[in-house]
Each structure stands twice: as C-alpha cells, then as structure tokens.
C-alpha cells in the first residue's frame, strides 16, 4: 500500500500547486455562510437559524455542488496522464494499475473532504462565535458531514470510470457533464413522471426505494433531510421511521455507489491498452 500512499500525496500536492484546494474551500464556506447567514429569510427575519435549518440549507447546497466539483476532480485521472505522455512514465514504476486508480481517488477524496469539513465548518462556527448553537442539532450536522463526503466521493469514483473508459480528454468531460445533468437534475423529473404516468399500477412503495437508490443524490437527501425529527421537520419530509429506507440502507447505498463504479474504473483500467 506504500504506493497508493505515494501516489496519494502527490495528488494532493497536485491539488494545492492548482490551488484546487483553496478554491474549492473559499467557494464552500462563502456559500455555506450566506445560506446560514440567511437560514431564517422566509419567515421575514435575516438572522442565523438553527442547526437544523444549517443542515437542511447545506444539504440542499450540496446536492448540487459537490457532485460537479469531485466530477471536475476526477474526469481526466487517467485520460488526462494519458494525453500528457505521463501515465506510461507512471506505469513504468513497480506499481499496479489499481494502485494508480486508488492512491490517485484516495488523494482527491482527500481534497473534497478538507474543502467540505473546513467549509461548511467555518460556517458553522461563525454562528456558534456570533449567537452559540444548542447541543440538540450537532448529530445531524457530523451526519450530514461525514454523508457529503461520502457523496462526493461516490461521484469521484463516477468521474474515474468515465476516465479510463475514453481515450480522449474532451469525451471524458462530455460524459462528466452528462453524468451531474443525468443524476442531479434529471432523474428525479423522470421519476416523477413516471409516476404520474404509472398512477400506482406498478410502482409500489418498494420499487419506489428502490428506484431512490439507483440516485446517490437522491440517496443522500432522503439520509439527511429525513435522518432527525428536527430536520425533517424543517425539510417538510417525513421523519424517521416513516420513510421505507432507514439511515443504514441509505448509508449502505452510498457506499455501494463508491466501490462499484470505483470497482469497475480498476477493471477496465487492467485491460486498458496504454
């Protein structure tokens, strides 16, 4: 494993000589301090709000953001080395091609961990230093923490599978983009309009879930925004124990969404003709 380690840190080297690092974080906590800053705005009142309406806020944010920045991350891991004349120089090392792909996922989950803890932690802070926060919403925000990584990892693995699978840089970002449209912004109109067309024929409760499941995203919003009463009360959604999918399902599920596609990208990656 002293390899992936290697390979690991040069990544995250890479990250901070791009100043990848920096942006990512600067652009998360700018984000996460308006929308907490401004967590009470509907009810006609700017001020910070709880630590639950920081989660449902953040979690909303994250839907959308941090899925495009580990695919930003990720799309060009191995095609990129490729189309630099690097990679071959990479594998003439005594290292196996896992290794590249998992010291190099490894080294940017890393980057999308500390941009995603030092962001919406600096906002987090504010408020506690600005107006002190109760005990009662601390679980749900490490949650939903430690689910956003979790997250952003899932579409890491995403963003290499599309990378080893092209041979050109250009089509390895095409696919990226269709990957964010298809699971952040289209699947959940098309499930709705399933649904609608469907009118309860087929689609019972249990094919509903499942179909929750085959979205990381949508995986994550039912973990987080249905996780805690508290939250779930914000969100307009129903708490724990009403929905079908418990927090460990869902858990399960992200993770599922990291080591197959990841799995899958090592595979591929093997039989790859450099």
């Known amino acids: 494993m002293r390899a992936v380690h290697v390979i690991a840190g040069q990544e995250i080297r890479v990250g901070l000589r791009n100043r990848w690092i920096i942006a990512t974080t600067l652009l998360l906590a700018a984000l996460a301090l308006s929308l907490t800053l401004l967590g009470s705005a509907p009810t006609g009142t700017v001020d910070a709000g709880s630590l639950a309406v920081v989660v449902v806020s953040l979690s909303s944010l994250t839907i959308f953001l941090l899925p495009l920045i580990a695919l930003l991350l990720s799309f060009d891991t191995i095609v990129g080395e490729q189309e630099r004349g690097s990679l071959v120089l990479l594998l003439a090392y005594p290292v196996a091609r896992w290794e590249v792909l998992l010291g190099k996922f490894l080294g940017q989950a890393v980057i999308l961990a500390f941009a995603t803890v030092v962001g919406y932690g600096s906002a987090v802070a504010v408020l506690l230093l600005r107006d002190g926060l109760g005990a009662d919403g601390w679980p749900a925000f490490v949650a939903m923490l430690g689910s956003s990584v979790l997250l952003g990892a899932a579409f890491l693995a995403l963003g290499s599978l599309a990378s080893v699978i092209v041979r050109e840089r250009a089509t390895a ?102």
């Open 173 to 274: 970002a095409g696919i990226a983009v269709a990957v964010w449209l298809l699971f952040v912004l289209l699947y959940d109109t098309a499930l709705l309009g399933l649904l609608v067309a469907d009118q309860g024929r087929f689609v019972g409760p249990a094919v509903f879930d499942a179909l929750l499941l085959l979205n990381p995203a949508d995986a994550y919003r039912l973990f987080n925004l249905t996780g805690s009463e508290d939250v779930s009360v914000y969100a307009g959604m129903a708490g724990p124990g009403e929905s079908g999918l418990s927090p460990a399902v869902l858990l399960a599920a992200l993770a599922a969404w990291v080591m197959v596609p990841l799995g899958l990208a090592a595979v591929v990656f093997s039989r790859r003709q450099i």
